[in-house]
């Protein structure tokens, strides 16, 4: 049986999983005796709002759920004065294809993430918070749960917290099974009890989210940081990472696939993407070499082994024409195909297309199929550029970015990794067209249609 490692390696710097590994470091004794827990949320509960969103904008502290929004600057699109209540709402359904981190802090360090969302409830002025977390992760909830409960019963949720005039209830609710769920928006949707169906943004869900009320969304990272940034100051947090307000602070990031030791490691954001899969991850499989990764989840661009020097940082991250993303660093070794690598990316956001949208619902499917075709050896030459067009016609133009995040990867590989389609392609004649050629029956009745289309 594999034993799990808890010390972390020298490169990694363990902030918002501190005490991972302390045993029962999911109880309020032990986060609170052993981890000082709850200092920040005791002082954050008396705090002016306002200084609360300061201090994390000064922090520089970015979305971690995908997106990388500072968290401050969303916190501060809150109205001043709610004619309705403000929702804080923690997006826990991690859904993007190899990332498992969330959870890791939700089983080990669930009264970080509920003081993380004291801290961040005081500076919106929600009195009402939910925690979405995605349905299969049961251990997680138990021990939300739990953690809840002890939280209530020591006065640090409910009425008067921390003898306060702050109110504040968390509800944990079980998500819906989809992928669509953990988009803002199709999750408030689903939280609302309807089908998880993204909405059409302005507004976003800081002037209306949840039962119209102003809502943050924040992922769970993201408000586990928010105790440490408070009890040690911005310039402390900023230091952790590259020393650039945008590059601030560690990152959890969840590697999985060919390298030897795939796990999850918290380091400072600026760390070589060398660094972390040759030191931290022991480099690659025997006999095997790197060819290409996933920087953060399926959805972002690969990133090829002669350009892993790269930073694992927003902006090095983007400059490369990739993202951050989720943090999942899906690896790549040289036995794997690429070809059959971007049908299964594709195939995975054509089953989790929600459908409101054609270039999507359509897209996602007709660029899986066409790919399959290629990697079934039936597919021609003139596909691989069919195959981009469809891309290019996808991405910015629907509701949602699920779209995009179909179509950025598998540009990437048609463009990084063009010789590999290039190699399993026939010429146009030797293949089957790529929509089946109508019948003469068919178009006949087309032309039909037509006609009587046009003497009306
Ligand atoms: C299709 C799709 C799925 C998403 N899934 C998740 C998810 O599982 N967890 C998450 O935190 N954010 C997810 N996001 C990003 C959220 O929409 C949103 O940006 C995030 O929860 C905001 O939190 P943050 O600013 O703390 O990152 C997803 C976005 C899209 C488009
Ligand atoms: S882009 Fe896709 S997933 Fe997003 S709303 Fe449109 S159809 Fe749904």
């Not at 463009?415 to 290039?422: D, I």
């Not at 089946?436 to 178009?443: C, D, N, T, V, Y």
Request: glycine share 10%.
């Amino acid at each position: 049986m594999s034993q799990r490692i808890y010390e972390a390696h020298p490169l990694e710097n363990r902030v918002v999983i501190a005490g991972y590994g302390e045993p029962k470091s999911w109880t309020l004794d032990v986060f609170e005796k052993k981890l000082g827990g709850y200092k920040a949320a005791r002082g954050a509960v008396k705090a002016e709002p306002d200084s609360l969103i300061t201090t994390v904008k000064d922090a520089g502290l970015r979305g971690l759920g995908g997106a990388g929004f500072p968290a401050g600057v969303k916190w501060s699109f809150i109205p001043k004065n709610p004619t309705k209540p403000v929702y804080l709402v923690c997006n826990a359904d991690e859904g993007e294809p190899g990332t498992f981190k969330d959870r890791q802090i939700m089983e080990h360090l669930p009264h970080r993430l509920i003081e993380g969302m004291i801290c961040a409830a005081s500076a919106i002025g929600s009195k009402t918070a939910y925690i979405y977390v995605r349905y299969e992760l049961r251990l997680a909830r138990e021990r939300l749960e739990q953690a809840i409960e002890e939280a209530y019963k020591a006065g640090y949720l409910g009425e008067n917290i921390f003898g306060s005039s702050r109110s504040l209830d968390i509800t944990v609710h079980p998500g819906a099974g989809a992928y669509i769920c953990g988009e803002e928006t199709g999750l408030i949707e689903s939280l609302e009890g309807d089908r998880g169906q993204p909405r059409l943004k302005p507004p976003f869900p800081a002037i209306s989210g949840l039962f119209g009320g102003p809502t943050i969304v924040n992922n769970v990272e993201t408000l586990a940081h928010v105790p440490g940034i408070l009890n040690n100051g911005p310039e402390w947090f900023v230091k952790l990472g590259n020393g650039t307000p945008r590059g601030a602070g560690t990152k959890l990031l969840c590697v999985s696939g060919d390298v030897k030791r795939p796990g999850f490691y918290e380091i400072p954001l600026g760390l070589p993407l060398n660094s972390l899969l040759n030191d931290i991850c022991g480099g690659p499989l025997e006999g095997r070499k790197f060819k290409a990764c996933y920087p953060g989840g399926s959805s972002s661009p690969l990133l090829r082994a002669d350009e892993f020097d790269t930073p694992m940082d927003f902006d090095s991250l983007a400059a490369k024409k990739t993202m951050m993303g989720s943090g999942a660093v899906i690896v790549i070794d040289d036995s794997r195909s690429i070809p059959e690598m971007a049908m299964r990316t594709a195939r995975f956001y054509a089953h989790e297309s929600c459908g409101q949208c054609v270039p999507c619902r359509e897209g996602t499917k007709w660029v899986s199929k066409m790919l399959k075709r290629l990697t079934m050896g039936q597919g021609s030459f003139s596909d691989i550029d069919k195959i981009k067009s469809a891309c290019n016609n996808m991405a910015g133009k629907t509701i949602c970015v699920l779209s995009d995040a179909c179509a950025m990867p598998v540009v990437s590989m048609l463009e990084k990794f063009r010789p590999e389609f290039e190699a399993i392609a026939k010429p146009d004649d030797e293949v089957q067209p790529a929509l089946p050629k109508i019948s003469g029956q068919m178009a006949a009745l087309m032309s039909l249609v037509r006609e009587r289309q046009t003497q009306k």
